[in-house]
C-alpha cells in the first residue's frame, strides 16, 4: 500500500467510523474498559505535555501548533493557558468536534484557530510543534517525511509521540481493540525510537525530555527536542 491510500484510508477512518469511536474515547461519556483504559493512557500523554510546557511558565509568549490535533483534546487546555494555538487535522469531522469543544470551554474564541489540514500542506513558523499519536497512522518512511516536514516549521522545539517498536507484541495482540471491525484496514504502525531520534538529530534537533505511557491497551512514546 503506498503512503497516498494510507492517507486517503486515515482521512475516511477518522471522518466515519474512528470519528465516533476517537470522539467518545476523548470524552468523559460512559465507554467500555478497553477504551477507558486508551482514554486514561491518553490522558497521561497530554498531561505529561502540559506538564513540561507549563513548567518552563512562558506558555502566553510561545506559537504552538498543534499538528493532528483530534478532538483538540491538547490545544484546549494549552489556549485556557495563554498560549497562541494553531490546531490543524485531516478530518473534517475531528475538526468541527473540536470546535464545538473549544466554544463550549473558551466561548466564542480565535484562539485555538482550527483548520482542516494535514500535516504536509502545513507551512508558517511555530515557536513549539507538537504531533500526539498521529505517526501511528504512518509507516517508518512517511513518518521521517512527516517529522522533517514537522521540524522544519518549528522555530525552537518539537513534540512527538508514537508506539514504540519494543511494545510491538503487547499491541500486535491488542491491535484489534485500536481499530475494531470492518476498519481494520486501518493500520497500525509502530516505530522505533531510534528511528525517530535519528530523524530529530538529522534535521538539527537535540532531545531534551521524554516519557513513556503505558496502560494495558496504550503506549506512547513522548519525546521533546530543541533546535540546536
Ligand atoms: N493528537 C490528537 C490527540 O492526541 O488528542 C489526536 C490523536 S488521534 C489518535 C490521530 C489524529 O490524527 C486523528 O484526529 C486523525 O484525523 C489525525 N491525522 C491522521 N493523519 C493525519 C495527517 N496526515 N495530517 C493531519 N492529521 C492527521
Not at 490543524?88 to 473558551?106: C, G, P
Not at 503487547?170 to 530523524?199: C, M, N, Q
Request: glycine share 6%; hydrophobic share 35%; with cysteine.
Amino acid at each position: 500500500m503506498n503512503a497516498a491510500d494510507d492517507k486517503t484510508i486515515v482521512r475516511e477512518y477518522f471522518n466515519s467510523t474512528g470519528f465516533d469511536r476517537w470522539k467518545r474515547i476523548y470524552g468523559d461519556g460512559e465507554v467500555n474498559k478497553v477504551q477507558l483504559d486508551i482514554r486514561n493512557g491518553h490522558q497521561q500523554t497530554v498531561d505529561t505535555v502540559l506538564g513540561w510546557l507549563k513548567a518552563d511558565n512562558n506558555l502566553p509568549e510561545l506559537s504552538i501548533c498543534d499538528a493532528g490535533c483530534g478532538v483538540g483534546s491538547l490545544s484546549i487546555p494549552l489556549a485556557v493557558d495563554g498560549a497562541k494555538v494553531y490546531a490543524t487535522d485531516i478530518s473534517e469531522k475531528m475538526v468541527e468536534e473540536a470546535r464545538d469543544r473549544a466554544k463550549q470551554t473558551l466561548g466564542n474564541t480565535e484562539n485555538p484557530t482550527f483548520a482542516v489540514q494535514d500535516l504536509e500542506s502545513l507551512s508558517g513558523s511555530y515557536h513549539t510543534v507538537i504531533c500526539l499519536d498521529v505517526l501511528i497512522h504512518y509507516p517508518q518512511e512517511k513518518a521521517d517525511e512527516m517529522i522533517s516536514h514537522l521540524c522544519s516549521l518549528a522555530q525552537s522545539r518539537i513534540i512527538l509521540s508514537f508506539a514504540p517498536k519494543t511494545c510491538a507484541l503487547s499491541i500486535l495482540k491488542k491491535i484489534g481493540s485500536f481499530f475494531p471491525g470492518p476498519s481494520k484496514a486501518t493500520r497500525a504502525y509502530l516505530h522505533r525510537e531510534t528511528d525517530g531520534v535519528k530523524i530529530l538529530e538529522s534535521n538539527g534537533f537535540s532531545l531534551q525530555r521524554q516519557a513513556m505511557t503505558k496502560t494495558r491497551f496504550y503506549f506512547s512514546r513522548l519525546l521533546e527536542a530543541t533546535r540546536n
